[in-house]
């Protein structure tokens, strides 16, 4: 590997969301020890963060209604270097995340007034305030965070979001000392050019900010805004195994870029070289095993492209 790919490996933090944005669309409950087989095998791959998943309401996404046991599973006499995260949307799973050894808290608001109706019954600035405290109550505990604005680039609901309007919510985190900030892509209606824009913008507001995208593949842009947002100076990426995933809150659901085409991709760059490709592919063919049908990701049916080790 080159010294310039070494230093853009640096740059290049990777988040698998699967476990929790991937599987929330799925009606088919995953068993627990499924999720445990997929877990062993996502943090042998030498992924950065792993996001174990979200402190909802069992009623409201039953999916997730093991995560507070999957926590305590893994979080019991940890080996892995990798963070494990959870998702949090109110005071109450923030006490349930602290309580179960979540080690990244991901808490977010939306840009869209009825996606932050529907997702949280409360609109955008009220769901704001409560996220910065919580956010700081986790601060406080210890804990790291990443705050985020979600439907950032458009809404299924109400259409384009104003780009002002995100960067309002940009400032109000910042401003509290969130500096670690995702712009999530909820209903996917991200281009390549908006997202270049946009993040510009977010990393213009001032030193200490880092950023974190999220893209849905709603539009098959998914990969483009990936790579749009690392030319904008974003380092952290969040992605799915085997393209799960979808909001059940917006209007379109479509899963996220698949975590071994994002990192197939990144390899054949040189970056990450050390991320186990195979263990990637393994949980994902299991996955599309499980479900017993095609997935979005694309690698994990073709297999990866060979290339010659330079000499």
Not at 239 to 251: E, V
Request: glycine share 12%; hydrophobic share 45%.
């Amino acid at each position: 590997m080159t010294d310039t790919a070494r230093a853009g490996s640096k740059n290049i933090l990777l988040h698998e969301v699967g476990l929790r944005d991937g599987l929330q669309m799925e009606s088919q409950v995953v068993p627990l020890e499924k999720k445990a087989a997929w877990l062993s095998g996502l943090l042998g791959s030498g992924m950065d963060i792993i996001q174990v998943g979200s402190f909802v309401h069992p009623a409201k996404v039953p999916q997730m209604a093991d995560t507070d046991e999957l926590f305590r599973r893994f979080t019991l006499d940890k080996k892995s270097p990798a963070i494990l995260s959870g998702l949090v949307l109110n005071e109450k799973g923030l006490e349930r995340g602290l309580a179960c050894g979540v080690e990244l808290f991901c808490l977010g608001a939306s840009a869209s007034e009825t996606h932050s109706l529907k997702n949280t019954g409360m609109g955008t600035d009220e769901a704001l305030a409560r996220i910065i405290a919580a956010a700081k109550a986790a601060i406080a505990a210890g804990k790291k965070v990443q705050v985020s604005v979600q439907s950032a680039f458009g809404c299924g609901f109400e259409g384009p979001i104003s780009e002002e309007r995100v960067l309002k919510m940009v400032r109000a985190y910042a401003g509290a000392g969130l500096l670690n900030i995702s712009l999530a892509d909820t209903a996917g209606h991200a281009h390549p050019a908006q997202v270049e824009r946009l993040f510009g913008a977010v990393l213009a507001l001032g030193p200490g900010i880092e950023c974190t995208c999220h893209f849905h593949n709603t539009y098959g842009l998914g990969m483009a805004n990936m790579f749009a947002a690392r030319r904008a100076g974003v380092t952290a990426f969040e992605t799915s195994f085997a393209g799960l995933g979808g909001c059940p809150f917006t209007k379109v659901a479509a899963g996220n870029v698949a975590t071994e085409d994002f990192v197939h991709v990144l390899q054949l760059e040189g970056l990450r070289k050390e991320v186990s490709l195979d263990s990637l592919l393994e949980v994902a063919r299991d996955a599309a095993t499980h479900f017993g049908r095609d997935l979005q990701g694309f690698v994990y049916k073709t297999g990866p492209i060979k290339v010659k080790a330079a000499v």
